[in-house]
C-alpha cells in the first residue's frame, strides 16, 4: 500500500516567491496534518484536517502560510511571500481518525530552502 | 510546563546491547496515547510503537519495547540487540483528549550504535 506521499521532496525558491507543497494522504485516513521541523523549534503542527476540515490551525505562523484540503486524498501549504526563516522540512502525516489510538504516518518530507 | 521531555540529547550504545531512551509526559487526561518515531539520517518519521494509557501490559513490537509506568509518568523506549541501523533520531509523542486530540512531539534523542 501506497503511504503518505509528498511533493516536491526538494524546493529550493527565492525570498519573496510563492511556495506550494503537496500533500496525498493515505487512501482512507481521515485526518491530515501539516507539520514544519527545524533544528531550532523540533517538529510543530502547523494545522490539521479532519474529513477535509481545518480543526486547528492554531500553529499556522502567519498570514503568509495557508493551506487547503479540497478532497479527500489532497492537501496544499503554500506560503506566499516566502522568507529565508521559512526553510525547513515540511511533513504531512494521516490518520485514520483524529482519535487518541490513531497512529500518525508521515510522509518523506519536503526540505525548503529560501534564498 | 513541557508536555514531553526527554532528557537525553544524544546517546551511545554498543551493538547488541539493550538501550532504553527516556520520556516523560505532563498530561491531566486519564486517557491519551504514547507513540514512539525513529527518524533516520535520510529524513523520514518512522512509527514505531504506540502505548495507550489504559493498556495494562506494555506494548511491544519486535525489538522494540515500550516500559511505561504511568504513575511515573513514563514512556520509555526499549531498544533490544541494537543494531547499526538503529542509529536515528527518535521521538516520543503524546496525543491528549482534549485539545483537538493533537500530537505532542518531544525534542528527540540521537542514538548513535557503535560496532
Known amino acids: 500500500d501506497a503511504g503518505v506521499i509528498q511533493s516536491p521532496r526538494h524546493e529550493v525558491t527565492e525570498m519573496g516567491q510563492e511556495v506550494t507543497l503537496r500533500c496525498k494522504p493515505i487512501?482512507?485516513?481521515?485526518?491530515l496534518f501539516w507539520y514544519r521541523q527545524t533544528m531550532m523549534r523540533g517538529l510543530e503542527l502547523l494545522i490539521y484536517?479532519?474529513?477535509?476540515?481545518?480543526?486547528?490551525d492554531s500553529g499556522m505562523p502567519e498570514d503568509r502560510f495557508s493551506a487547503k484540503m479540497p478532497n479527500a486524498s489532497f492537501s496544499t501549504l503554500k506560503i506566499q511571500p516566502s522568507e529565508p526563516r521559512d526553510s525547513a522540512v515540511y511533513f504531512c502525516?494521516?490518520?485514520?481518525?483524529?482519535?487518541?489510538?490513531?497512529?500518525?504516518?508521515f510522509g518523506p518530507g519536503t526540505r525548503l530552502t529560501v534564498l | 510546563a513541557q508536555k514531553i521531555t526527554q532528557t537525553q540529547p544524544g546517546m551511545f550504545v554498543q551493538e547488541k546491547e539493550a538501550v532504553t531512551l527516556d520520556c516523560t509526559y505532563d498530561?491531566?487526561?486519564?486517557?491519551?496515547?504514547l507513540f514512539w518515531y525513529k527518524q533516520p539520517s535520510s529524513g523520514e518519521m518512522i512509527f514505531l510503537i504506540y502505548?495507550?494509557?489504559?493498556?495494562?501490559q506494555n506494548a511491544t513490537e519486535g525489538r522494540y519495547s515500550l516500559n511505561f509506568q504511568k504513575a511515573r509518568k513514563s514512556a520509555n523506549l526499549v531498544i533490544s540487540a541494537s543494531q547499526l541501523g538503529d542509529s536515528a533520531m527518535y521521538f516520543c509523542a503524546m496525543r491528549e483528549t482534549g485539545g483537538y486530540q493533537k500530537v505532542t512531539f518531544g525534542t528527540g534523542t540521537k542514538l548513535q550504535v557503535i560496532p
Open positions: 502525516a494521516s490518520s485514520l481518525l483524529a482519535g487518541i489510538t490513531d497512529t500518525q504516518y
Open positions: 484536517f479532519n474529513n477535509n476540515v481545518p480543526i486547528d
Open positions: 502505548q495507550g494509557s489504559y493498556d495494562e
Open positions: 498530561t491531566s487526561d486519564q486517557s491519551y496515547g
Open positions: 487512501s482512507g485516513h481521515n485526518s
